[in-house]
C-alpha cells in the first residue's frame, strides 16, 4: 500500500497582513496556528507521515513544538524557499524514491482543516493521481482587465469553485509537472494543482468538497473569525 504524506507549508512570512511573526506562530485557541493543523494530521489514521517545510530560522521551533504536541508522525522538518512552489518541491525531492506515496500539501495558513476532508482527499486518490479541495463560488464571479479598472466577462457562477487546501498529488506525478515546469522560461509561480494543469493537461484532476471552515488566515481580523469557527 502507497506511502501517505501530509505536507504542511509553513515557509510563510506573514508580512503582506501586517503580522510581526509569521502567521502560522501566531495563537488561536490556546496553540499556535500551525500546531492546530498538524495534530489533526497526525492524528489521522490515514496518514503515515508528516513534513513541516518552514523557513532555516524555524525548524527548530517546529521540532520542539511537535514533540511537546505528542505529533508522533513527524518525520522531517526542511528548509522551504522564496515562492510556495519552492516548498513544495523540496518535499517532492525528499521523496524522489517513493514514486508511489500519496503527497497531501496543505497550507499552514488554514489551521481548521478537517479529519473529513483528509478521509475524502485519501478517498479519492485512489481514482485519481491529482485531487483538489474546494468549495462553490457563491458570489458572482467577474473576469476584470489586467489593470483591474474594467469588468470584461461575468463568469457562470454553477462552474467556479474557490480552492482551498490540502491539494494531492501521486509524488511521481507531481514531480514530472514540475520538472516540465522548470524547463520552462515562462513558468511563474502557481499553485500545485494548477502546475499539473498547465503542464500536464491531460491529466484528470478530481474535487473533494471542502469546508468554510478551512479558511486561510491572510489577514489580522480574519483571526476573529478562526477564532469563533474553533468555538463553535
Known amino acids: 500500500m502507497a506511502k501517505t504524506v501530509a505536507v504542511i507549508l509553513a515557509a510563510g512570512s506573514g508580512s503582506r497582513a501586517g503580522f510581526n511573526i509569521p502567521k502560522q506562530f501566531l495563537m488561536l485557541g490556546g496553540k499556535t496556528v500551525l500546531e492546530h493543523s498538524l495534530q489533526t494530521f497526525n492524528n489521522h489514521s490515514g496518514i503515515d507521515e508528516v513534513v513541516v517545510v518552514t523557513s532555516a530560522a524555524y525548524i527548530e521551533k517546529v521540532r520542539q513544538m511537535a514533540c511537546t504536541a505528542g505529533c508522533s508522525k513527524l518525520k522531517h522538518v526542511i528548509e522551504g524557499g522564496k515562492e510556495r512552489y519552492d516548498s513544495s518541491l523540496a518535499a ?45 463560488a457563491v458570489d458572482t464571479i467577474v473576469q476584470c482587465d489586467k489593470a483591474g479598472t474594467r469588468m470584461e466577462t461575468v463568469l457562470d457562477r454553477s462552474l467556479m469553485w474557490q480552492m482551498q487546501t490540502p491539494q494531492c498529488f501521486r509524488q511521481s506525478l507531481i514531480q514530472e509537472a514540475y520538472r516540465i515546469a522548470l524547463n520552462d522560461p515562462s513558468f511563474t509561480a502557481t499553485d500545485d ?17 471542502g469546508d468554510e471552515r478551512c479558511m486561510k488566515l491572510t489577514y489580522a481580523q480574519d483571526l476573529s473569525l478562526l477564532e469563533y469557527y474553533l468555538n463553535r
Do not use: Q, W
Not at 113 to 122: K, P
Not at 196 to 202: A, D, E, G, K, M
Open 193 to 209: 494543482c494548477g502546475t499539473v494543469l498547465r503542464y500536464l493537461p491531460s491529466e484528470k484532476v478530481g474535487i473533494v468538497r
Open 92 to 136: 517532492v525531492r525528499l521523496y524522489e524514491g517513493n514514486p508511489d506515496a500519496v503527497m497531501l500539501f496543505h497550507d499552514s495558513a488554514r489551521p481548521l482543516v478537517t479529519s473529513r476532508i483528509i478521509t475524502d482527499c485519501l478517498e479519492a486518490m485512489k481514482s485519481f493521481d491529482c485531487v483538489d479541495v474546494a468549495l462553490p
